[in-house]
C-alpha cells in the first residue's frame, strides 16, 4: 500500500485498514500524513472497467455536484496491466453511516426523508445528457458488462431481447432449482422460441435511456449524519431495478405504499415518465428476465411445497407475464 500511494503522489501512508471483501474486491481505508491530502479508499477489483467508472464519476461531479454528490477519484497511473485481471481504484474517503445499518432502525418519517433525498439523487442523475440520439447504448463507457448481457446496443428492444436470453441461458445452468424449472422452464422456452421477436414491442425504444447505478440498494449507500442524506458512486446501466426494493426495506404495506408516494412526489416529471405504456412495458420485460432466473433454495431437507414458497415472488412475476405477453394480439 505504501508504494501504491507514493508511485501515485497520493501521499505518504500513516495507517492502513481493511474494511472487507464485496462482491467485486477488497476494500481499504488508507489514511496519509500530509494534511493537505484527502484520506482514500483504496479497492482492489477483479471486476468492471476502473477507468471508465472515474470517467463517469468525474463526469457526475462536473454536472451535477449539488444533486448527486460523488467523491473524487484518483486514477492510479502506475498500476498498469498487471496480467492477472486485479485493477485498482482509489478514490475520496467520505464518512458516514451505512444506510443498510440504519434504514430498518428510524422511524418512517426519517425513512421519508431519506426516500426524499434518494428520489433527488436519481433525478440529478437521470437528467445528465448520457448519449447521441443515433449512437449505441452504452457507447460512453463501452459495453454493458455488470450482468454480462453484452452489447453495446442500438435500442433499448435489442437491449431487452438479448438481456431475456442471457437469463435464460442462466435459468437452463442454473443447479438446485429442479421444481421451478419443471414448472416454469417449458412455458418460458417455449415463449421466448415462439414469440419473443413477434410480441417485444418496438414503442419500448422510446423509454429514455439514462445513467443509473446498477446496484442501487441500501448497501450501496452512505448516510451522512444529520440531516440523513445520500451519497453513492453511480455506474453506467440501461435499466432501474432497485428503487422498489428500497422501500420495502423494514417497511410494511402501508409504509411502502406511503414511501413509494413520497419518492414520486419528489420527482413529478420522472413519476410521469415511469407511468407511461411504454415505461410500464418495459419494466414488466425487464423484471420477467430478472425474475425467470430463480435462485437455488440451499435448504436441501425441506419440503417441495417451501421450496416452491422460497421462489413465490419469481413465479408470480413469470406467469403474470406470460399471462400477458404471451397470449396472441397486441398488448401495447
Given at each position: 500500500?505504501?508504494?501504491?500511494?507514493?508511485?501515485?503522489?497520493l501521499g505518504t501512508l500513516r495507517a492502513c485498514r481493511r474494511l472487507g471483501n464485496g462482491a467485486y474486491?477488497?476494500?481499504?481505508?488508507?489514511?496519509?500524513?500530509?494534511?493537505?491530502?484527502?484520506?482514500?479508499?483504496?479497492?482492489?477489483?477483479?471486476?468492471?472497467?476502473?477507468?471508465?467508472?472515474?470517467?463517469?464519476?468525474?463526469?457526475?461531479?462536473?454536472?451535477?455536484?449539488?444533486?448527486?454528490?460523488?467523491?473524487?477519484?484518483?486514477?492510479?497511473?502506475?498500476?498498469?496491466?498487471?496480467?492477472?485481471?486485479?485493477?485498482?481504484?482509489?478514490?475520496?474517503?467520505?464518512?458516514?453511516?451505512m444506510a443498510d445499518d440504519l434504514f430498518k432502525r428510524v422511524s418512517i418519517e426519517d425513512r421519508a426523508?431519506?426516500?426524499?433525498?434518494?428520489?433527488?439523487?436519481?433525478?440529478?442523475?437521470?437528467?445528465?445528457?448520457?448519449?447521441?440520439?443515433?449512437?449505441?447504448?452504452?457507447?460512453?463507457?463501452?459495453?454493458?458488462?455488470?450482468?454480462?448481457?453484452?452489447?453495446?446496443?442500438?435500442?433499448?428492444?435489442?437491449?431487452?431481447?438479448?438481456?431475456?436470453?442471457?437469463?435464460?441461458?442462466?435459468?437452463?445452468?442454473?443447479?438446485g432449482i429442479d421444481e421451478y424449472k419443471a414448472l416454469l422452464l417449458p412455458s418460458i422456452r417455449s415463449?421466448?422460441?415462439?414469440?419473443?421477436?413477434?410480441?417485444?414491442?418496438?414503442?419500448?425504444?422510446?423509454?429514455?435511456?439514462?445513467?443509473?447505478?446498477?446496484?442501487?440498494?441500501?448497501?450501496?449507500?452512505?448516510?451522512?449524519?444529520?440531516?440523513?442524506?445520500?451519497?453513492?458512486?453511480?455506474?453506467?446501466?440501461?435499466?432501474?431495478?432497485?428503487?422498489?426494493?428500497?422501500?420495502?426495506?423494514?417497511?410494511?404495506?402501508?409504509?411502502?405504499?406511503?414511501?413509494?408516494?413520497?419518492?414520486?412526489?419528489?420527482?413529478?416529471?420522472?413519476?410521469?415518465?415511469?407511468?407511461?405504456?411504454?415505461?410500464?412495458?418495459?419494466?414488466?420485460?425487464?423484471?420477467?428476465?430478472?425474475?425467470?432466473?430463480?435462485?437455488?433454495?440451499?435448504?436441501?431437507?425441506?419440503?417441495?411445497?417451501?421450496?416452491?414458497?422460497?421462489?413465490?415472488?419469481?413465479?408470480?412475476?413469470?406467469?403474470?407475464?406470460?399471462?400477458?405477453?404471451?397470449?396472441?394480439?397486441?398488448?401495447?
Open positions: 500500500m505504501k508504494q501504491i500511494l507514493l508511485n501515485n503522489g474486491g477488497t476494500t481499504y481505508e488508507v489514511t496519509v500524513e500530509e494534511p493537505d491530502k484527502p484520506q482514500l479508499i483504496v479497492q482492489l477489483r477483479f471486476h468492471g472497467n476502473v477507468a471508465s467508472m472515474n470517467a463517469l464519476q468525474e463526469y457526475i461531479r462536473a454536472w451535477a455536484p449539488r444533486g448527486l454528490p460523488v467523491p473524487r477519484s484518483f486514477p492510479a497511473l502506475s498500476w498498469g496491466d498487471r496480467g492477472d485481471g486485479l485493477q485498482l481504484q482509489v478514490t475520496e474517503f467520505v464518512p458516514g453511516t426523508l431519506i426516500v426524499r433525498q434518494m428520489a433527488r439523487a436519481f433525478a440529478a442523475l437521470w437528467e445528465l445528457p448520457v448519449v447521441r440520439a443515433d449512437a449505441a447504448i452504452g457507447d460512453a463507457v463501452g459495453p454493458e458488462t455488470q450482468d454480462g448481457v453484452g452489447g453495446p446496443f442500438n435500442s433499448v428492444s435489442s437491449f431487452l431481447r438479448a438481456w431475456i436470453l442471457h437469463r435464460l441461458a442462466k435459468l437452463d445452468a442454473q443447479n415463449f421466448v422460441q415462439d414469440k419473443l421477436d413477434s410480441r417485444l414491442a418496438q414503442a419500448v425504444d422510446k423509454v429514455p435511456v439514462v445513467l443509473m447505478h446498477s446496484d442501487l440498494g441500501l448497501h450501496n449507500v452512505l448516510l451522512s449524519k444529520s440531516p440523513p442524506s445520500p451519497r453513492a458512486s453511480p455506474f453506467l446501466c440501461a435499466v432501474p431495478r432497485l428503487v422498489e426494493p428500497m422501500l420495502r426495506q423494514g417497511s410494511d404495506g402501508e409504509e411502502t405504499n406511503r414511501l413509494r408516494e413520497v419518492f414520486g412526489n419528489e420527482i413529478p416529471l420522472w413519476k410521469h415518465e415511469a407511468e407511461r405504456p411504454e415505461s410500464q412495458a418495459f419494466l414488466e420485460w425487464f423484471e420477467f428476465g430478472l425474475c425467470l432466473k430463480a435462485n437455488a433454495y440451499m435448504k436441501f431437507d425441506e419440503s417441495p411445497e417451501e421450496r416452491m414458497a422460497f421462489w413465490r415472488q419469481n413465479i408470480l412475476v413469470v406467469e403474470r407475464f406470460l399471462g400477458r405477453w404471451g397470449q396472441d394480439g397486441p398488448s401495447l
